[in-house]
């Protein structure tokens, strides 16, 4: 039976029935008719999801299970993986979005019938949209004066020319494409030696079976080196391409040279993922197709934080806003295309973007053009070894570049001509990305570079970045708080450059710092005002080249202060410090502290009476919310206003909600006073009762919202007991980097509504305790701070 194909773990039937692993166990032992395993391991084994959920709906403990969880178990248990569910899942959202009817008459009859309709009817939606034949691109044309589609030869040649700019290879380069190396918005954790297979059968195009790329059968794998993103294998170059390779100086062609992120899934590769495709339908009936992707996609990432590095929301919009408006854009590091999503569509407008991991080139690919109308040139390769946009001359370069990378063909490309600014150092490659960028911009054009503060300052890259100011190249260096974006220790910089197209009379740099911005704990820092006080300021100086100070802020600085010997571009070198906080300041903080200290000392709890263990009878979460006693709800990727967003680590901060939800069609879960929200991401027992102060803001991403019935249950009852240490400890998945917390397995006692606001009462003065002993840490912390920057500058005195 072909819906047999999709498998679910006893983790995942735990969930789909809202009960807890020893549950399932129970249902094994008990009932003769459960169904039997059919893959996983004897310790882990796997079920057919079709017979797991059939068997479920007669035992009657599948109503509860909302439409979206089903579709997320069904491309979990995918058997070529959740990856190449994920690209099926796309290619047919982007039918449903673009031709709806379409798919009403392809799904009518079976399943075998629909792997063999839609091959056709993708075709006709994905070659238009992603610029194949049917594109606007133009092919560059060969010595010979060829154009058009040309024998694999010609195209390894197109990789290894060596002409103008086009950020082909000369020689000694290389013409092969590295599996995995940068993603901009995501990248990959996780090294490997080649394509995956399934990838293939995704309808993702491998690097290694394109006749296009050379490559060496005896060439290593490239050392994954210790940060965050690891590249996989490399594919070498072949002998015998030279720089007489030549190809006519088309400046302005714009078709990918690269191999396409995406080709169309075919009939066989389709049939398996047939029923997740019509749970994907119907999902989309209900919230879009756009939402269902963003939902699939984000539910993945969520499940696998350590394998994935975002770039968030917030400095996606940043950049953007940074870059300007852009009817051609390039991400050479795209991922899944956070920063292309985040530029102001516009009519006519194309995007590039290249990834060197195949399966986020085509899931970027899809996210984009679920997202805009515009035609995405996406491309799978290694950038700086085989450029897919040779001759792009964008308006925009949008860029979260691998950090720290080795082995970014510092050998191979010692004569690459896009090194217009000077040959990075092997140590540098976060200035090969920069000067990638720059060569594929059109006079006048802006770039905008998330890049390592060390980046900055490192005496190996000295001279490049002496020379990007001497040609009014680097045009801003904005320090970002702790907190901005992984590595989420440190302050990351961002680049604003341009392609020079005029010298100014009297160049200045813009230099700012945001570092005031950074959030408390893990709440990340205050977007809005980052934000407001960086596109201030740069389109002050866009506007006359120069701004007047703004002391610990921002600062426009000439260029001939900085070509000493370090070329230190750090912003905090150069920027005044602010005036620290005045003697009055402190006076009163130190009053807020005193008055703070003497409340946590009258909320100290009581001596704790004993008293024997008690033998409640208990029950679970699942349980209350199958029985109507509370509603479970869980954090959306969006919605319609525009309402200030709990985040995770505001619940886990004790803070008020700092984040944001980008704007969609889907239906916000807002709060309400009395509500219970539970971190599910390593929260440690933390469940937060909404106040009137928070009721009405957003529930974000990792978080679940629990709204008791008050007849049946006390708010401050349920988050309390939500806390106990073992509670957690039970109700939570281990991975050997993460912890999971499955709400639905939480324990509660059973116990009369009185008893139950006796414990409450007692938990809500604990709460109010807690909530002082930070309110005293931060008012500590604040007055230390200052009486040290007071001291130091002399704006308080010693005695």
Known sequence: MQDNATEVTAAGIARLAGVGRAAVSNWRRRHADFPKPVGGTETSPAFALAEVEAWLRKQGKLAEVPLRERVWQQLAGHPEGPLTALVHAGCVLLLIHERPTVWLDASAGSDARLAAVLPGELEQVLTPRFGGSGGRGRRRVNAAGAAGGVTPEAKADRVNAAVGRGGVNAPGGTGGVNAATGAGGVNPAGAGTGVNASLTAAGVNAAATDPAVNSSPGRPAVNTPPTVHRPSAVHGTTAGHTAATTHAADADAQAPHGIPALRTPTGPQLLPSAPLLRGVAELAAEVGARQTFEFLLGRHLDANPRQYTLTPAELAGLMADLAGPARTALDPACGTGALLRAVDPRPGQELYAQDSAPELAALGALRLALHSRATVRAATGDTLRADAHPGLRADVVLCHPPFNERNWGHDELAYDPRWEYGFPARTESELAWVQHALSRLTDGGTAV??????????????????????????????????????????????????????????????????????????????????????????????????????????????????????????????????????AEQLTRVRERLGATLRLTADLTPPPADPAPPARWPLTTVGELARGGALVMRTGGNGGHARVPVLTDHDVLAGTAPSGTLPESEEEAVLTEPGDVVVPVLGGGGVARVIDEATGGAALGRNLVLLRPDRTALDPWFLAGFLRGTANNRQASSYASTATRLDVRRLHLPRLALDEQRRYGARFRALDEFERALRQASRLGEQLVRGMYDGLTDGTVAPD
Request: no cysteine; charged share 25%; aromatic share 4%.
């Open 449 to 582: 570079l998330l890049m390592p503060p060390a980046a900055a300052s490192r005496r190996s890259g000295r001279r490049i970045r002496a020379d990007l100011l001497r040609r009014g190249a680097l045009r801003a260096v904005v320090a970002l708080p702790v907190g901005a974006a992984p590595p989420y220790n440190i302050p990351l910089h961002l680049w604003v450059l341009r392609r020079p197209d005029r010298m100014p009379a009297t160049p200045e740099v813009l230099l700012v710092d945001t570092g005031r911005f950074a959030g408390e704990g893990r709440g990340g820092p205050d977007w809005e005002a980052v934000r407001e006080a960086v596109t201030d300021a740069w389109r002050a100086f866009a506007r006359a080249g120069r701004l007047t100070e703004r002391p610990g802020l921002a600062r426009s600085v000439p260029v001939i202060e900085l070509l000493d010997d370090d070329v230190d571009l750090a912003p905090a070198r150069h920027l005044p410090p602010a005036v620290a906080d005045g």
